[in-house]
């Protein structure tokens, strides 16, 4: 059986921090799944439209990475695409402890998916979309936070913000 697993987040944007789990992990299983969750309480900064595409531009390239959107509860969407394992990064104990939490409900929920940790690279331990967003919002040069072969710039579409 392939071991197919789902990274699920909301890439706002897309990180040096993400693409280095992504590109680590890729070898650990036959399938990965990006998986952009469609956040109702959560007003993204991108559009979907926007973040998506800055994925498919970085792992197109790669055969066993599927990109997607999903809504709903993420157990569910592992079991419409059979998939065994959910990813997500570690970078510091307060991730461990929002991590915990999710990841134990989601295993009462449904046991035969089991929650897969990869501690991320040292040097972007302190590295969040969220501070890449803020960096952005007052016009600073994030080129050395985000993937390199992607733009993200002044121009992008926040116009809810
Ligand atoms: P969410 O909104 O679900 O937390 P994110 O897009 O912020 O989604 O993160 C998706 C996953 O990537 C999470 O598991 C998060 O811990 C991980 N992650 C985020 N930034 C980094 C980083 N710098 N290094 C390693 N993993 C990271």
């Given at each position: ?16 921090g993400?693409e280095s789990v ?99 690279e040292?040097?972007y ?37």
């Amino acid at each position: 059986m392939d071991r197919i697993a789902v990274f699920p987040g909301s890439f706002d944007p897309v990180t040096k921090g993400h693409e280095s789990v992504i590109l680590r992990s890729v070898r650990l299983f036959d399938k990965l799944i990006i998986a952009l969750g469609e956040n109702a309480r959560k007003q993204s900064y991108f559009t979907m439209e926007r973040r998506l595409g800055w994925l498919h531009e970085l792992f197109d390239r790669e055969k066993n990475i599927e990109i997607t959107n999903y809504s709903g509860l993420t157990v569910e969407f592992c079991r419409v695409k059979k998939a065994q394992f959910i990813l997500r990064g570690l970078r510091t104990s307060a991730d461990f402890e929002f991590e915990r939490e999710i990841g134990q409900m989601n295993k009462l929920m449904v046991p035969d998916i089991e929650t897969v940790f990869l501690l991320c690279e040292p040097e972007y331990a302190s590295l969040s979309s969220s501070i890449v967003r803020d960096i952005l919002r007052h016009g600073g040069d994030v080129s050395r936070f985000i993937p390199k072969d992607i733009v993200i710039g002044m121009d992008f579409d926040n116009k809810q913000l």
